[in-house]
């Protein structure tokens, strides 16, 4: 991450942010923990792109079911090891997305998630 991550994290209040967002990226995996870290530090609300974030602390998370995706790319590799020829498979997109709230960080944050929102939630961490 870079050196300059503190910084930025505590600039991102004066800029009169109300949050966050951190999308799916190899250096955002990475830099998971300190990601969290800055944002419970300066009390940035943050949605993040996988349910990982979440259960190690982050805020709220919404992307793409990554166990889904696996069961697709199964079914893809069934296929093909039954004879099928990859070029005349047709291309999928993601068909499952999960929300998944940590209701511990958003106490700490103080902030109160609207009870329509967390029954709409695939998963709410205590």
């Given at each position: 991450m870079p050196s300059d991550s503190d910084a930025v994290f505590a600039g991102l209040p004066g800029l009169h942010a109300g949050g966050l967002l951190v999308s799916g990226d190899p250096?955002?995996?990475?830099?998971?923990e300190q990601l969290i870290d800055l944002a419970a530090r300066n009390a940035i609300p943050t949605?993040?792109?996988?349910?990982?974030?979440?259960?190690?602390?982050?805020?709220?998370s919404y992307?793409?079911?990554?166990?889904?995706a696996l069961r697709q790319?199964?079914?893809?590799?069934?296929r093909i090891?039954?004879?099928?020829?990859?070029?005349d498979l047709p291309a999928l997109q993601p068909t499952k997305f999960?929300?998944?709230?940590?209701?511990k960080t958003a106490k700490a944050f103080g902030l109160t998630i609207p009870k329509t929102l967390l029954l709409r939630a695939d998963e709410v961490i205590q």
């Open positions: 250096l955002f995996e990475a830099c998971r949605l993040f792109f996988a349910r990982e974030f979440v259960a190690a602390g982050g805020l709220a992307g793409v079911s990554f166990n889904e790319a199964g079914l893809y590799a069934a090891l039954r004879g099928a020829t990859p070029a999960e929300l998944v709230i940590n209701s």
